[in-house]
């Protein structure tokens, strides 16, 4: 295949070469069981206390045995909410946001229906959470606040420092799901005051398959699985190494590269944004300018379907994503977008680009030159348009 411009970092990333090559060994000749009593496993148990001991300094925990592996992003959200769940049996409430990945939201789906009560804070227009509606949702059956960090949707950034502060004085345990923050802007547990904070590798240049979650010292929680002494008891199962190599080695290099997010990443995706929403009178951004992450950029193009714009772009070599999931036969715009309350007309329209470190100027110049030809093509057959005017037709929705 040619170059393929790959704008879709938000769904997963490139595994870093740097990274790829320090996990090789460990599907080769250093193939031990960490948990082994002799050397030639001990040297494999060394090399995930050292990936544990890399993952810790990405998230700013105190103790590396703060960090237990997963499988998963997904696997980390459930545990930390089931896990504490299971520990406050006599608490049956849960607050989360109506913005959050599946992975909590459908967990919250199950509880409701296991006879949990949970309260799901809105979001405004740009995508920013009521805090004080949250806030003012704790009572004393609250066993657990779940917030994400940045949303995988708008890469709007919710106020966890705040957040955190006023449950740590309620006692309230608190879990972030930080797996979009991972690697795009910089995590510190203790200015959070979080006690349980998920990531996950192939967000950040790790491969796929292997998750964290920070644990606080101290934090009153159940597992989930049962089985042997891995983890601590609190994650058994033998050990994914190659991955959790990986993942130590993806967490030393996203810190370095955290820099170069801010600065190159960030001025890419601005340009990006501001080409697409200057060259098409159809353009809107879902989600405010400020408190983002920055390699996500939400583009909503009236009138069209978002779909369709993305089978264009994929034609010319560019993979993005859409603010609008098939499901069961209609394209229903996606939570996020709803919960923002994006007009109809918008939602429909709505695509995903996310950045990564690879992302060159060149691509971003090609983008801006493709998209003013499709969208055109796709106004053209809109019913919602008048093409010889140039303007949306007079029609109610
Ligand atoms: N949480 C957020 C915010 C995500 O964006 C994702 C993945 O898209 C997940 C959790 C799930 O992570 P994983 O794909 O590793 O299960």
Not at 267 to 280: A, I, M, Q, T, Y
Request: net charge negative; hydrophobic share 35%; charged share 25%.
């Amino acid at each position: 295949m040619e170059k393929y411009i790959y704008l879709d970092n938000n769904a997963t990333t490139m595994v870093d070469p740097k990274v790829l090559e320090s996990m090789l060994p460990f599907f080769k000749d250093r193939y031990g069981n960490p948990s082994s009593m002799h050397s030639f496993g001990g040297l494999v148990g060394r090399e995930v206390e050292k990936a544990r001991m890399q993952v810790a300094r990405l998230v700013g925990a105190e103790h590396d045995y703060e960090i237990v592996f997963t499988g998963s992003g997904t696997e980390s959200d459930n545990m930390a909410v089931m896990g504490v769940l299971g520990y406050y049996r006599d608490r049956k409430h849960v607050i989360t946001s109506r913005v959050e990945h599946p992975a909590i939201l459908s967990l919250c789906k199950k509880l409701e229906r296991d006879g949990y009560r949970i309260t799901y804070i809105p979001v405004d227009r740009d995508g920013n959470l009521d805090v004080e509606m949250l806030k003012s949702s704790v009572d004393d059956d609250t066993a657990i606040v779940s917030i994400m960090y940045a949303n995988n949707e708008t890469g709007v950034v919710f106020p966890v420092e705040e957040i955190g502060a006023f449950l740590k004085q309620k006692g309230v345990p608190f879990h972030v799901d930080a797996v979009q923050a991972a690697g795009k802007i910089p995590i510190d547990v203790d200015k959070i005051n979080c006690d349980l904070l998920s990531i996950s590798g192939h967000k950040f240049h790790a491969p796929k398959g292997i998750g964290a979650l920070y644990v606080r010292r101290g934090t009153r929680m159940r597992p989930i699985l049962y089985g042997g002494h891995q983890e601590r008891g609190r994650r058994p199962g033998t050990e994914n190494v190659p991955g959790i190599v990986g993942m130590g080695a993806a967490a030393e290099l996203a810190l370095e590269h955290l820099p170069e997010y801010d600065s190159r990443v960030r001025k890419l995706r601005d340009r990006l944004e501001e080409g697409l929403l200057r060259g098409h009178k159809n353009a809107v951004l879902n989600g405010g300018r400020t408190n983002r992450v920055p390699n996500t950029t939400n583009v909503g193009f009236e009138f069209i379907e978002g779909e369709a714009i993305l089978l264009y772009l994929d034609e010319k070599g560019i993979a993005a994503s859409s603010g609008s999931a098939c499901s069961s036969g209609s394209l229903e715009p996606s939570h996020v977008l709803r919960a923002m309350g994006v007009p109809f007309t918008s939602a429909h329209g709505s695509i995903r680009f996310s950045l990564s470190r690879y992302v060159t100027d060149a691509d971003v110049d090609y983008v801006l030159s493709v998209m003013p030809g499709i969208v055109q093509r796709l106004l053209e057959i809109s019913p919602y348009w008048d093409s010889k005017k140039q303007e949306p037709l007079p029609i109610n929705l």
